[in-house]
């Protein structure tokens, strides 16, 4: 049994090459055992409301398997007997695997800080800290792969990162990366995360785009119109612009003109102005501080005016629309029914016989 065992191949005894199989096959088995028990007790914590816990059991399941498999490797490689030619090059390849391991178990345990920021995005009533949540995950997830590819690089060439980042001229990287539109960027969109103009599916008007918000990103925000059209916004132009956030008025206020005949008497316009103020008074959406006015404000051209202003609470705009119809319709039916007509665009042309 010994002699076998110690039969050489390729240089190295048999029961090396035997460790090696056994630290891959055991580190892939081992690992996948380790991924169902963190995946059902995450199953378990989530269905407690322990989203944390289960946020990390399900990144400790998700990160089992590469890890495991890549430790036994390690293991393995670390038994065989190698050349001094590629003894070198074994070891400089352990540690880059080692390094990839950790990097992630890190990477999959991000997943614990988004479960955590979103428990405490779901305890704000700003739906502008569910955006936050992204922007942040995507901010640690890019600092772990920059940081990681950096231990990579200095286990390859065996030379302190510092060198490195220098070597490749990491001065002209930063200022690349520190171009004024990439940072105007990405201040203007912590400006907007400070100031919080709007919040995620408030309907705004920028300039002369309307639309609702549907993602706040480091670099731009994109803003959803009625007609379906997906507008851009770089942060670093839109932290400068005027928002007219129309998702938070607490009513819609409507002006509305009534042009009556201009050869009606003045006791069918009186009639006309008690018609409105009747169906306005206590109407639907008043509040007390806004009451409804009415009044025959102006001789026009071809028609006498009325005025007619009302504040509709709250500021929904479907919910006014309904409203606004009811109201035209019964305004018509009573001004008809007293005989009181509207006028049309009427233009007087003479004619002069030569």
Do not use: C
């Amino acid at each position: 049994m010994k002699t076998w065992l110690t039969r050489e191949i390729m240089g190295n005894e048999l029961w090396r090459v035997l460790v090696l199989l056994a630290g891959v096959l055991g580190g892939l088995m081992i690992g996948r055992a380790a991924r169902y028990f963190f995946e059902r007790a995450s199953a378990f914590q989530a269905g407690r409301e322990k989203h944390v816990r289960g946020a990390m059991l399900h990144a400790l399941g998700k990160a089992a398997v590469p890890v495991l498999f890549i430790w036994g490797l390690i293991l393995g490689l670390n038994t065989l007997v190698l050349a001094e030619r590629f003894a070198a090059w074994v070891a400089s390849g352990l540690d880059v695997l080692g390094i990839l391991a950790v990097g992630y178990i890190l990477y999959a345990l991000i997943d614990v800080v988004d479960a955590a920021l979103l428990g405490w995005a779901g305890r704000s009533d700003s739906k502008l800290n569910d955006m936050l949540v992204p922007m942040v995950s995507k901010s640690l997830r890019v600092t772990l792969v920059v940081l990681v590819l950096a231990q990579v690089a200095q286990a390859l060439s065996d030379k302190p990162v510092s060198s490195i980042l220098a070597g490749l001229g990491i001065g002209s990287l930063a200022v690349a990366l520190a171009a004024k539109d990439t940072v105007a960027n990405f201040f203007g969109s912590l400006v907007i995360l400070a100031d919080k103009p709007f919040e995620l599916g408030e309907r705004v008007k920028i300039g002369a785009v309307e639309g609702t918000v549907e993602a706040l990103g480091f670099r731009s925000t994109r803003i959803r119109t009625r007609d379906g059209h997906l507008i851009t916004y770089p942060n670093g132009e839109l932290a400068n612009q005027t928002i007219e956030n129309i998702g938070k008025r607490p009513f819609i206020r409507r002006t509305a003109n009534l042009p009556l005949r201009r050869d009606m008497t003045a006791e069918a316009v009186g009639k006309a102005v008690e018609i409105a103020r009747e169906l306005l008074a206590n109407h639907e959406g008043m509040r007390p501080n806004y009451p409804p006015r009415v009044f025959f404000n102006e001789f026009k051209e071809d028609s006498l005016n009325l005025v007619i202003i009302y504040w509709y609470h709250p500021g929904d705009y479907w919910q006014h629309m309904v409203f606004a119809e009811k109201l035209n319709l019964e305004l018509l039916s009573r001004l008809q029914a007293a005989g009181i007509e509207l006028a049309y665009p009427t233009q007087t042309v003479r004619m002069v016989k030569e």
